[in-house]
């Protein structure tokens, strides 16, 4: 290929112009540029994406698809699965998050696979493992089947996690690496939106859960079959090996048959690797990982953007969506089901401005911008439950005459509601105010008292008088503040915070570290997605929900301030150029694409 190079008419990256010889299939526009200085032409052709790799793409990601229906659909599926299990509090815990203890443990595992065995095969496994798990739980009979299932599905979302976004990365040319990868993040918000409708969809239906579980087996069976007709990544085939074979999938992959530049760029890539291993044949992977400090600088990176993509707090809006909308005073399943699946919908809406932006304004940026909307997002809902406990309402009365031991042990809304046997009964008057209120011992639904004005039998119900019983949540005219925070943190967060981290770690290391590295931030993505989700409510009770909430908020200001300072732009860059960009010191933001080449 000649060493002329043009800006992209979008992205603004160099792309090199290829030889005469190369097939037009690559390509869907030409340029005139007229030189003034020589009165000449230069025709410019843009690369585009070929059909196939779409296709594959499409394909890979049905992956994150299952990846987010399996760890979205459990929010609504818990309600009914309680219900019929009679599940105690521990054990929805554990339902919830065995998935993502096993996602953890798998996603090493995965990383072992993708260099023993290949990413397609790897791939072909975890879409299985998706299927069977979604069977066996749409089967579930027992409270043990249903940890089993969970915790297959767990496997699953540990190999796709691990395996996808390298897959794609490297079946791609740089030009679109980065938007291709960015569409595994966007069907993971995908996923997570379709498991909420369908939530909604079948929480009127005796035993709806089994078809919120069971229905993931059909995207799972659809990747299997479409996998069987995939290549295997080039790269992965000349470690190999395999040259030929890898040439002839770069051809089908790039749409023209001269390849040599990046063949001989990969293949010179994975000599080096072999001369390395040659030179350090007795130490482990591990050991030369962490004495390579190119390679360590970005693995640290690389783990920091998935810990503090998790430490932010998202998975505490995806999992605890239902409570907060239940503080705006929706009490039904069904209609807080539906409302969550609007906060999916924003989730899922928002992403497509991280891939419209990815290769437009560079992955630094766009990280930066989503994690200054979060922070500021996590900052307001804090505020917000700050001010609603300042305004909770006091109780008013206090029932003598029943055996309730609610009824006399809390003075405060906010009191009685942490107690989880306990519900605040209130009537609201045509100014706003909440009177005749008390604290009374909720019933099993929780939707009345079981002594009191809130009882189903009272006599003091009547057609001019209404009683509510809140279980979760107290009365609050700033209830509104905190469903806006959680709307503002997922519009802020789908575009940069969501992709970014698979993004950005699916290119930064060598093929040597490659699989081994993805798989230990990928661990680290889940190990504190685990801490995070499993210590929500505990966290709120120690150090009260705002307290969580400016929790999370300082969590984000040390991560912008850490990566205003490290984060390198990985833009344009090609998989073989990120040594370079990597090395030096720890607070050189980017290099020019001269200064690697020299």
């Known amino acids: 290929m000649g060493g002329v190079m043009a800006k992209g008419l979008c992205a603004n990256d160099e792309i090199p112009l290829l030889d005469q010889e190369t097939e037009p299939a690559e390509f869907e526009l030409e340029t005139s540029i007229t030189n003034h200085a020589q009165d000449d032409h230069t025709t410019v052709k843009v690369q585009r994406t070929p059909p196939f790799v779409i296709l594959l793409t499409l ?29 105690n509090t521990f054990e929805k815990e554990l339902f919830v998050s065995i998935t993502v203890g096993a996602a953890a443990v798998f996603a090493i595992i995965g990383g072992i696979l993708n260099d023993k065995i290949g990413r397609k095969p790897t791939t072909l496994i975890a879409s299985v493992v998706f299927a069977v798990g979604a069977i066996v739980l749409a089967a579930a009979n027992s409270k043990a089947t249903l940890l089993i299932g969970r915790f297959i599905l767990g496997i699953g979302i540990g190999f796709a996690s691990c395996v996808i976004p390298i897959y ?14 960015t569409f595994f993040n966007m069907s993971i918000t995908i996923g997570q939106f379709i498991s909420s409708v369908t939530d909604g969809l079948f929480c009127y239906i005796a035993d709806g859960w089994r078809y919120m579980l069971g229905l993931a087996a059909v995207p799972a069976i659809i990747q299997l079959i479409g996998f069987l007709f995939m290549p295997e990544s080039p790269r992965y085939l000349v470690k ?8 002839n999938i770069l051809r089908r992959l790039r749409g023209v048959t001269d390849v040599n530049e990046e063949y001989q760029a990969i293949k010179t890539a994975c000599e080096e690797e072999v001369k390395a291993n040659q030179l350090t044949s007795d130490r482990s992977i591990v050991v030369r990982v962490f004495t390579d400090a190119a390679v360590r600088r970005a693995l640290i990176i690389g783990a920091a953007l998935q810990l503090f993509q998790q430490i932010t707090g998202i998975n505490t ?28 919908f924003f989730n899922f809406i928002f992403t497509f401005v991280g891939i419209a932006l990815v290769d437009r304004v560079g992955r630094r940026k766009l990280f930066l911008a989503s994690l200054a909307g979060v922070v500021f997002s996590l900052l307001f809902m804090g505020i917000s439950f700050q001010l609603e406990e300042k305004t909770a309402p006091d109780v008013t009365q206090a029932y003598t005459v029943v055996p309730d031991e609610c009824a006399t042990k809390f003075s405060t809304c906010g009191e ?6 306990c519900g ?52 609050s005219p700033y209830a509104w503040m905190a469903v806006m925070g959680m709307v503002t943190y997922l519009m802020s967060f789908a575009p940069g915070m969501g992709p970014m981290p698979w993004t950005i770690n699916s290119e930064i290391y060598p093929l040597w ?68 960009l990597f090395s030096g010191s720890w607070f050189v933001r980017s290099k020019s694409r001269k200064q690697l080449m020299d």
């Open 317 to 344: 809006i995806m999992y605890y969506s239902a409570t907060i909308i239940r503080m705006s005073g929706v009490t039904n399943n069904c209609t807080a089901i539906w409302y969550a699946s609007v906060t999916a």
């Open 168 to 181: 794609i990365s490297e079946c791609s040319s740089s030009h679109v690496r980065g938007k291709l990868v």
């Open 424 to 475: 605040f009964c209130f009537t609201k008057t045509d100014d706003g105010e909440y009177v005749n209120s008390t604290c009374l011992s909720a019933s099993k639904d929780l939707t009345s008292s079981l002594y009191g004005a809130c009882s189903v039998n009272s006599s003091t119900q009547s057609i001019s008088t209404t009683y509510t019983l809140a279980y979760d949540y107290c009365p």
């Open 59 to 87: 394909l890979s990601t049905i992956g994150g698809f299952l990846f987010g229906y399996d760890t979205g659909v459990v929010s609504g599926a818990t309600l009914p699965i309680a219900d019929k299990f009679k599940l």
């Open 416 to 421: 009685c509601t942490k107690d989880p046997d």
């Open 513 to 580: 570290a490659r699989s081994f590295c993805n798989s230990i931030t990928t661990f680290v993505n889940w190990t504190f997605n685990l801490l995070i989700s499993i210590t929500f409510l505990s966290l709120s009770e120690a150090i009260t929900r705002q307290g969580a909430f400016y929790l999370y908020t300082s969590f984000g200001v040390i991560g912008f301030i850490f990566f205003f300072l490290v984060l390198p732009e990985t833009r344009g860059r090609t998989l073989e150029e990120m040594e370079a």
């Open 240 to 247: 190999k090996g395999k040259d030929q074979l890898a040439i």
